[in-house]
T-cell receptor, first 112, second 112 residues
Framework: SQTIHQWPATLVQPVGSPLSLECTVEGTSNPNLYWYRQAAGRGLQLLFYSVGIGQISSEVPQNLSASRPQDRQFILSSKKLLLSDSGFYLC???????????FGSGTRLTVV | TQLLEQSPQFLSIQEGENLTVYCNSSSVFSSLQWYRQEPGEGPVLLVTVVTGGEVKKLKRLTFQFGDARKDSSLHITAAQPGDTGLYLCAGAGGTSYGKLTFGQGTILTVHP
């Protein structure tokens, strides 16, 4: 069965520090991968998506970047965090011809 | 840009009551999904509707996709405290890569 792992669950980082959030998917190959941010338990904003290794599309200009070094690994990074980067970050995957997303359990990032 | 307007934003009801959540857009979607999310967790897919006029039932939950594929509704019959959570609708715009546009969510609280 397919599973998605996202870590860490909680992170408190000072302003100006770097960030690396990791997401891995098991039990499938060539998934479409997504990073979303959710503010205050409301709607989700798409940040990045990837349809293959090394392929990254950015939806919103921001202080963040993403990489996909392996087929089932998706990384969200920042060189210098801002206070406005605080939020709940969610990784998700879907098959090329399927509709539904499977989400990871999320990372609560607080920038102080 | 495709937008999904979800209403109401907040819903507080007593156990046993019925409720309806609406999701509206001026854009046509190729499919529409409903998710439920609990605090600190990722959203979980409830249903996907793909055909205009389609109605799907999941126990006490009834989902409907509008004939023009621009709107959807979620109806819960005899709500229970276990239904409490954030309900999100999300539309796929028919493009590749499976990108979804999310509504802002409805926070449902069912009191015993």
């Amino acid at each position: 069965s397919q599973t998605i792992h996202q870590w860490p669950a909680t992170l408190v980082q000072p302003v100006g520090s770097p960030l690396s959030l990791e997401c891995t998917v098991e039990g499938t190959s060539n998934p479409n991968l997504y990073w979303y941010r959710q503010a205050a338990g409301r709607g989700l904003q798409l940040l990045f998506y990837s349809v293959g290794i090394g392929q990254i599309s950015s939806e919103v200009p921001q202080n963040l970047s993403a990489s996909r070094p392996q087929d089932r690994q998706f990384i969200l990074s920042s060189k210098k965090l801002l206070l406005s980067d605080s939020g709940f970050y969610l990784c998700a995957w879907t098959g090329a011809y399927s509709y539904g997303y499977t989400f990871g359990s999320g990372t609560r990032l607080t920038v102080v | 840009t495709q937008l999904l307007e979800q209403s109401p934003q907040f819903l507080s009801i007593q156990e046993g009551e019925n409720l309806t959540v609406y999701c509206n857009s001026s854009s046509v979607f190729s499919s529409l999904q409903w998710y439920r999310q609990e605090p600190g967790e990722g959203p979980v897919l409830l249903v996907t509707v793909v055909t205009g006029g389609e109605v799907k039932k999941l126990k006490r939950l009834t989902f409907q996709f509008g004939d023009a594929r621009k709107d959807s509704s979620l109806h819960i019959t005899a709500a229970q405290p276990g239904d409490t959570g954030l309900y999100l609708c999300a539309g796929a715009g028919g493009t590749s890569y499976g990108k979804l546009t999310f509504g802002q969510g409805t926070i449902l609280t069912v009191h015993p």
